[in-house]
């Protein structure tokens, strides 16, 4: 049973990051401290500076050669499971692709930074701490990075489709977005570039031509070229020989997802998107770090080390007082529907191993950024920071038993 010293210890670890919320909330809604563009700065200081710090910190101080493989494991078993049943789900039409990585998002990435480690930490002590990053790791890392994909997917299938109704959606696997990335999107050239040239084989190649739209905002050989060899059938003559083997050659485009030179475009674009975000460097970074200096215990430099800290220790709050903002910001807490509501809130506490904790907040940026289902995810960064604490205290208090 919890105790009044551990409950004590929870409120010590938590009380201070709803206040910092809080405060960040009246200073929108209720005193007009901040206009929304100023919101918008410090939403984007938090997210360039301070929370990769903190990351950084975390990562960089966790032994990389002590780590509980077994927990590691299981928290990978879990989203692995929920990402089978997604796309099991997805597959048979059970769910639309934008529901079943939303899904994924809800049910496996959980606010395992900012709230996560404080917040076990004052339960189980200082191991908990490790475990938490550990999980950070991973998350950073892998987790955050397959998301990442899931949504160029969707994406570029979005893109695709809009252009050639006649294709596949399951064959999709082209495309970028000009919105998210800075850059205009890579597109397949309309019907009426391609072309259908005679060959000396009594065949038909067509080509397709995979262009940026705007040239001069990426290298010249951005722009591909893709050569489809088509069988011509030599009883046909005249204008029926070129409309069939054109219908042939149409309908050979959907055999394109599955070419190498497609597949490389789509993992360009992940690969844009993830030397764009900060968290990925610092990341990584403390990773290599943590390699080296458990290695042959090598200390940081006191320059470097006091450098970084006078940015991650507020790095805590920063985030917090990022979230309230955010939250005040919202026309109103619940802009989902119930329904969703109640679905989204039921993968979260309910499916994950970590329910107790909110949503990740990346989660949130990755779905308003490639608009899929943003308001849903925003509820449960909302929702699940509102309730994530009498949640938690309920969990404690029955595991304790």
């Not at 458990?294 to 990022?322: N, T, Y």
């Amino acid at each position: 049973m919890i105790t009044g010293a551990e409950f004590y210890n929870v409120m010590v670890a938590v009380v201070p990051l709803y206040v910092a919320m809080i405060l960040a909330y009246g200073s929108v809604r209720w005193w007009a401290i901040f206009s929304p563009e100023q919101c918008t700065g410090i939403n984007r200081f938090v997210a360039v500076f301070a929370v990769p710090l903190l990351s950084f910190h975390f990562i960089a101080s966790n032994d990389p050669y002590n780590m509980n493989v077994r927990f590691v494991a299981a928290d990978s078993l879990q989203k692995i499971i929920v990402l089978f049943a997604a796309a099991i789900s997805y597959a048979r039409g059970g769910a639309t692709l934008d529901w079943a990585i939303s899904a994924f998002s809800l049910a496996t990435l959980p606010n395992t930074l900012v709230v996560g480690i404080p917040l076990l930490t004052a339960m189980y002590g200082d191991f908990s701490a490790s475990l938490m990053v550990q999980i950070v790791v991973l998350q950073c890392v892998v987790w955050y990075t397959l998301l990442l994909f899931l949504y160029e997917y969707r994406a570029a299938q979005a893109l695709l489709l809009a252009r050639h109704p006649g294709f596949d959606a399951g064959s999709v696997v082209a495309g970028d977005r000009s919105a998210s990335s800075g850059c205009h999107a890579s597109t397949i050239a309309p019907a009426d570039e391609m072309s259908v040239t005679s060959s000396p084989q009594n065949s038909k190649e067509l080509h397709m031509f995979v262009r940026n739209e705007d040239a001069s905002s990426v290298p010249h050989d951005a722009s591909k070229e893709i050569r489809l060899t088509v069988s011509s059938p030599i009883a046909e003559s005249g204008g029926g020989e070129e409309r069939s083997s054109s219908s042939t050659a149409m309908g050979s485009l959907q055999e394109i997802p599955k070419t190498m030179g497609l597949t490389k475009m789509i993992l360009i674009m992940v690969w844009k998107k993830l030397i764009q975000n900060p968290n990925t460097y610092s990341s990584l970074v403390g990773m290599v770090w943590s390699l080296i200096s458990f290695r042959w215990h090598i200390g940081m430099p006191i320059i470097v080390e006091k450098s970084i800290s006078i940015l991650s220790d507020a790095g805590l709050g920063m985030a917090m007082f990022s979230i309230g903002l955010f939250m005040a910001l919202q026309p109103k807490t619940v802009s989902c529907g119930r329904s969703a509501t109640i679905f989204s809130m039921a993968m979260r506490f309910i499916t994950g191993p970590m329910a107790a904790l909110p949503q990740g907040i990346v989660t949130f940026v990755f779905a308003k950024d490639y608009e899929v289902l943003p308001t849903v995810l925003s509820t449960g960064v909302i929702f699940g920071m509102l309730i994530a604490l009498p949640i938690t205290l309920l969990y404690y208090i029955v595991l304790g038993m």
